[in-house]
């Protein structure tokens, strides 16, 4: 294996993390941000990219390695957490909303998943974070996650999360599956993606669902997600004050609601 082989364990059903069990010298390589906690003799560093090419790939090499991230909404930087100790040693890794977690071993998938630009958590060092263009430009313009998807390419495993309840499903040849844009988590490299307008213009203004959706066609496995963050922040969007001063009398409550539809201050 080119990847350090770690272990770990998950913890929680709804708003779970991950604990990965480093041996002396194993290092875990994750998103800023992802830490929950972690034991003594374990050592941080803030790397560019995710580290996969080594220490010989040179200055340009790691600069297109960020820029790869930058392209995809993620940060520059991503945090190694290596084991300096003698034995082993547990770090942690929590969601950053509430969801599953997935773990995915790259050797099974052949090396090679594509997810959303926002789903990486974690992964063994020497997975590869990269990005992955739609080969069709109607998935990109209108395919609500954007026109770049991320590709995690190596043979270790990796940690990938996603809101709500999460479903695998795999895609016989020519089976086709229709989701929402959002709903999409992470594939195999096998599945088609593409984007279709809903048909009928009636069900396009009215139905509530959007003017687009996906289209996955296998063979190939999919991870669908029952709770995208875009649904979830529109509607703590949609429920919050709409006052100037970000407040409300007797918010939720029926009195609450009769003084502000009578128009009270």
């Not at 599953?100 to 974690?122: E, M, T, V, W």
């Not at 509607?235 to 539809?261: K, M, W, Y």
Request: proline share 3%; charged share 20%.
């Amino acid at each position: 294996m080119n990847n350090h082989e770690i272990d770990y364990k998950l913890y929680g059903d709804d708003m779970q993390f991950v604990e990965v069990e480093l041996d002396p010298h194993e290092t875990v390589v994750a998103e800023a941000g992802a830490l929950m906690m972690m034991e003594d003799g374990i050592e941080m560093e803030t790397i560019f990219g995710d580290g996969s090419s080594g220490g010989g790939s040179g200055l340009m090499g790691k600069l297109m390695g960020a820029g790869k991230r930058l392209l995809t909404g993620e940060s520059l930087f991503m945090t190694t957490f290596t084991n300096m100790g003698t034995g082993k040693k547990h770090v942690s890794f929590a969601s950053p909303y509430p969801g599953k977690i997935i773990p995915l071993d790259l050797s099974q998938y052949n090396g090679k998943i594509i997810c959303q630009k926002d789903a990486f958590l974690a992964a063994a060092k020497g997975v590869s974070v990269g990005i992955e263009f739609q080969r069709k430009l109607g998935a990109g313009f209108f395919g609500g996650e954007g026109f770049i998807m991320q590709k995690l390419e190596g043979d270790g495993m990796t940690f990938v999360h996603a809101g709500g309840t999460i479903i695998e499903k795999k895609l016989g040849p020519g089976e086709t599956l229709r989701v929402d844009t959002g709903c999409l988590v992470a594939m195999t490299q096998e599945v088609d993606y593409n984007i279709e307008m809903v048909k009928g213009v009636k069900t396009a203004l009215f139905g509530g669902e959007g003017l687009f959706f996906a289209t996955l066609r296998g063979p190939g496995t999919v991870w669908i997600q029952s709770l995208p963050f875009s649904r979830l922040a529109s509607r703590v969007f949609a429920a919050a004050p709409q006052t100037p001063g970000g407040g409300s009398r007797d918010e939720g409550s029926v009195a609450g609601g009769i003084f502000n539809l009578l128009g009270g201050k």
